[in-house]
Structures are given as structure tokens and as C-alpha cells.
């Protein structure tokens, strides 16, 4: 039912406010374009014969010429005034009409066909007329262009009624040169020529309103799509302003500001919801960190008791689920500040070498305990990236213990540099030939790097820095023979953090899936290394995985 009403409420257009039904107007005009053709020139012939081309002829016949009209109307009368003459009577009457016609060839044939009268001798007219000849006649008579206008009339003929009435027929002839019409000139050709120009004007008057139509409906879905690739400020695409119409086009542009309201309550949702998580993890971090420091305290007491060895046992197990359990929290927290732009980052030029190598000094004892050969194919000059010193020792510490908890059965783990990039500098990777993680291709682009984040200070307001009870508990791990957590809140270490990826809790960002074992560690790997303007890619397989981080601005 609502998807029903959607679609009547999208495509509720009336017919006669729709697309289709000014179209089908404009075609029904174009039909009736052909009559109205054939109409209008009609009425621009007449017009023109009558009130343009005959009041200008002079009223009288100019000397030396005979008007084509009178000469036929004068002949016809003739022909039907000798109804039942005898041939002598013919004779004379064409006798009379020469001498009143001088520049008027006539002829008088009987009905046997035989010529009577000729004047002037001269005319080529035969003396027998057979059916051939006088057919042969009229056709060179009516000829388009003949020399010679001529008027055929049968003897006894009727105004209304021209059929032979067998008394013969008489001929008039005139040199077309020494006459003048009562019509407009054809030779002119000036009728047809303006039928074709205004069968042009018209045609062009439907192409021009075709054009219209058509212009007005581009602009339109121009309009609308300048407006679903225009976006504001927090790159949400901006609404269309209503339009005067109300076609299907309007409708378009209605369906697509609902969408842009919709999307952006979902936006907006979709932050609240955001922030909503942020606090709701940098809350639980917090509130978990007293009763864990204190549970780790009693830990620490019970140590100088005497227990049996299943004691002792279980309270190093103890121990160590408390320390995995602290650093999910710490690295929950570091996640939430990072995600927020609240964790400090301070760049610099540093040698990328440098803390590569310190850092792998580090984790050898783990890697040494793990059974991993280190490969660190390292060159000694420098390599120096403009990154944070601390941000980058915190993404070699996750991503080394990423390798010992998921590629410990490679018993391998390299460190080389890549080939060079665009800019002509070398990527850094990192190796092992573990399993593989259950991703065949990640990468991760840069994000903007902004300003630097708040001083080190105000992180700590914010619960970055390290507890007090954390301080005792590092230098407590530290004393045991473990190495020293990073100076970061929620730093990996080869002690500290042990349990961060293999955590149930798993975090997606940047394109990474939880299903392909990123857990929250390598979650903020990479959002350090976007932050920071960097990029890296995860290639990995059945013989290993090898993760690569490019420079800043590549």
C-alpha cells in the first residue's frame, strides 16, 4: 500500500500539465500545418490577382494588342449567333470580324472538315481537316509556351453547353506578342515561389516551437543535474528551488529534494549516533580503569603470599588477562580520541629509519621468544618523512604485534623499504609469511591532514595520558624483564598489549573488515596513518602478508 502511494504521489502529474500532452499538441499542430498550406497560398493567389495585379492593368486595351479574355469571350459569342447559318453566312460574318480584328488570323470549317474561309491566305491552316490533323492542332494550340493563342469554338454552341452540334467550328488565332492577359503572368512564377516560401516560413515555425520544447525541457535536466553535483559545505547535495511547472520534470525535481531532506536526517542521525559512541566508549574506558587497577593491585599483593603452584599459576594467568584486558581498553580509548581529532599530533621531519630500527630493537626479545626470524633489510642512510615520532612508533608496535599473535607460524617477519613513487621516495613494508589475513587487497588513502591537535595537555584532561596506577604497572613490567610501553595513551608493546587484536571487539575503519582479522589495533593504525597524510595497502596471501606504508603526499 505505501509503495503504491509512493509511486501515485512521484507520478501524480495531470495529463494536461504533462509532458506528453504538450508534445502530443505540438505534433497535431504540425498535421494540420499541410491544409493550412494549401489554404493560405490559395488565398495569397487570389488576393494577389485581385486587389494587387488587376487594378493596376490599364482598363482599356493598349493599340496594337488583343486582350486574350475578350478575344475568347467575343469568339464564343460568334459561334453561338450562327446556330443554323448557312455557309455563306459564316463567311460573311468572319469577313466581319477580320475587319473589326485585323491582328486576328480566322478560319471557318464545315462538318465534312473542309476549310471555307481563311483570312489571311497565308495562315497555316490545312485545307482538310481529318481527326489526326485537328488533333495535331489543338495540341500544338495548348503547347505551353506556343507562339500563337488560339480559340476554338463550335458553331451553335451554348453558354452552357460546348459539345459539337455538327455545323462545323471556327478558329481565331493571335501572336501571343500582340496580346495582353487578364490573369497575373505565370512566366513570373511568382504564385509558386511564394507557395515555397511560406511552406518554408511554416515548416520553420514548427521547428522553431519543436526547438522550444525541447530547449526548455534540457535546460531544465541540466539544471537538475548541476544541482546533484553541487554539494555545500558538509558535502550534503543541495535542494532545488520550485518551479513554475508542475510536469513530470517537476515531479523529479520534487522526488529529488525529498531525497536530499532524507539524506540529510540520516546524516545527522548518523552523528548524533556517532558522537553517541565516542562518549559512550571514552565513558566505559574511564570507568574501567579504576576497578581494573585495583583488581590489578590485589594481584600484585597476592604475589608475596604463599600459594601452591596452581596458584601461582593462576595468578599469572590472572595477570595477563589483566594486562590484555587494559590494553583493549587503552587502545578503545586512543581509537575514540583519534576518531574525534582530539589526540595530539605534532609533525616533524624525522628519520623513518631511525625509529624503524629502535622499534624493532624493542620487540626483538618477542619475536627471539616466538621463534620469528627478523629480517630488517634497512639501508643506513636516512630516510626522513614529515610524521609524528610517537604516532609512528605506536603503528610499528601494533602492526608487530599484529604479526606475533596472527603470523607466528610463518616464524618470520622482514623489514625493507619498497620501490620508490611518484615523488621518487621508497615506501616502508613489512613482512611475514604467515597465513595471511582473510582480505586479498586493502588500501587505504590519505585523509587531509588538519591542523595539529590539542597539546598534550588537554589529551590528558581528556584521558589520554597514562594513570598513575598504569605508570606502576609498566614499571612493574618493566622489572619483570618485559620492555617498556610507548609514551602514547594505550601504547602497543611487546608486554602491555598483547591481548588488543585478539579481542572479540573489532573495529572497522578506512575500509578495513573486521572479518579479515583487522581488530581495533590495526583500526588505528590506520586511521594514524591517514591522519598523518600517509597511505598504506595490505597485500596478502596464502605465503604471507606484506604491508606497505607510502610517505606523506603520495
Not at 615523488?423 to 587505504?444: N, Y
Request: no cysteine.
Amino acid at each position: 500500500m505505501k509503495r503504491r502511494e509512493r509511486k501515485n504521489k512521484a507520478g501524480g502529474v495531470k495529463f494536461r500539465q504533462s509532458l506528453m500532452a504538450r508534445y502530443l499538441m505540438l505534433v497535431g499542430s504540425a498535421i494540420f500545418l499541410l491544409p493550412l498550406i494549401l489554404i493560405v497560398v490559395m488565398l495569397f493567389y487570389l488576393g494577389y490577382t485581385y486587389l494587387v495585379w488587376l487594378p493596376t492593368q490599364p482598363k482599356a486595351v493598349p493599340e496594337g494588342t488583343v486582350s486574350t479574355s475578350d478575344l475568347a469571350d467575343d469568339w464564343h459569342k460568334l459561334a453561338a449567333s450562327l446556330d443554323g447559318a448557312s455557309a455563306e453566312e459564316i463567311v460573311q460574318a468572319m469577313k466581319t470580324f477580320r475587319a473589326g480584328h485585323p491582328l486576328v488570323s480566322v478560319a471557318a470549317v464545315d462538318a465534312q472538315g473542309k476549310t471555307l474561309f481563311r483570312e489571311p491566305i497565308t495562315s497555316n491552316l490545312p485545307e482538310t481537316w481529318t481527326p489526326g490533323r485537328m488533333a495535331e492542332y489543338m495540341k500544338q494550340a495548348t503547347a505551353y509556351g506556343a507562339p500563337n493563342f488560339s480559340v476554338v469554338a463550335f458553331v451553335g454552341e451554348k453558354e452552357d453547353d460546348t459539345r459539337d452540334r455538327g455545323q462545323g467550328l471556327l478558329i481565331a488565332e493571335v501572336s501571343r506578342a500582340q496580346t495582353v492577359s487578364a490573369v497575373p503572368d505565370q512566366e513570373a512564377r511568382f504564385s509558386q515561389v511564394a507557395a515555397v516560401l511560406i511552406f518554408l516560413l511554416l515548416f520553420l515555425l514548427f521547428a522553431f516551437m519543436s526547438w522550444t520544447f525541447f530547449y526548455r525541457i534540457r535546460k531544465r535536466l541540466i539544471r537538475l543535474q548541476r544541482a546533484m553535483t553541487a554539494y555545500d559545505e558538509a558535502g550534503m547535495p543541495m535542494p532545488i528551488g520550485p518551479g513554475k511547472q508542475r510536469d513530470e520534470v517537476a515531479a523529479l525535481e520534487v522526488t529529488f529534494n525529498e531525497m536530499v531532506g532524507k539524506l540529510r536526517d540520516s546524516r545527522e542521525r548518523e552523528r548524533e549516533e556517532e558522537e553517541l559512541r565516542k562518549k559512550l566508549i571514552a565513558n566505559l574506558s574511564h570507568d574501567l580503569r579504576t576497578p581494573l587497577t585495583v583488581i590489578r593491585s590485589h594481584a600484585y599483593s597476592l604475589e608475596s603470599e604463599p600459594l601452591g603452584e596452581r596458584g601461582r599459576e593462576s595468578l599469572a594467568l590472572m595477570a595477563g588477562k589483566l594486562d590484555d584486558l587494559g590494553g583493549l581498553i587503552d587502545n578503545l580509548l586512543s581509537y575514540t580520541l583519534i576518531a574525534a581529532g582530539r589526540y595530539p599530533m605534532r609533525l616533524e621531519e624525522t628519520d623513518v629509519l631511525r625509529i624503524v630500527r629502535a622499534a624493532a630493537a624493542q620487540w626483538y626479545p618477542v619475536f627471539e621468544k616466538a621463534g620469528m626470524e627478523v629480517d630488517a633489510d634497512l639501508p643506513d642512510e636516512a630516510l626522513i618523512w614529515r610524521v609524528d615520532r610517537e604516532w609512528l612508533v605506536r603503528i610499528l608496535d601494533n602492526l608487530f604485534q599484529n604479526a606475533v599473535r596472527h603470523a607466528k607460524a610463518g616464524r618470520y617477519i622482514g623489514l625493507s623499504l619498497g620501490p620508490e613513487g611518484p615523488g621518487g621516495r621508497r615506501s616502508l613494508q613489512v613482512r611475514d609469511k604467515g597465513p595471511g589475513l582473510r582480505v586479498a587487497r586493502t588500501e587505504t588513502r590519505p585523509a587531509t591532514v588538519g591542523p595539529e591537535g590539542p597539546s598534550a595537555a588537554e589529551a590528558g584532561k581528556a584521558g589520554g595520558a597514562p594513570s598513575a596506577e598504569a605508570d606502576r604497572a609498566n614499571k612493574r613490567e618493566e622489572s619483570a624483564g618485559s620492555l617498556p610501553r610507548s609514551g602514547l595513551p594505550g601504547g602497543s608493546s611487546p608486554a602491555g598489549n598483547s591481548g588488543a587484536d585478539s579481542s572479540d571487539s573489532r573495529a572497522k575503519a578506512g575500509g578495513l573488515s573486521p572479518a579479515a582479522g583487522a581488530g581495533i589495533g590495526l583500526s588505528i593504525v590506520d586511521l594514524m596513518i591517514r591522519e598523518m597524510g600517509m597511505s598504506w595497502s595490505i597485500d596478502s596471501g596464502e605465503t604471507g602478508t606484506v604491508i606497505t606504508i607510502r610517505p606523506p603526499g603520495e
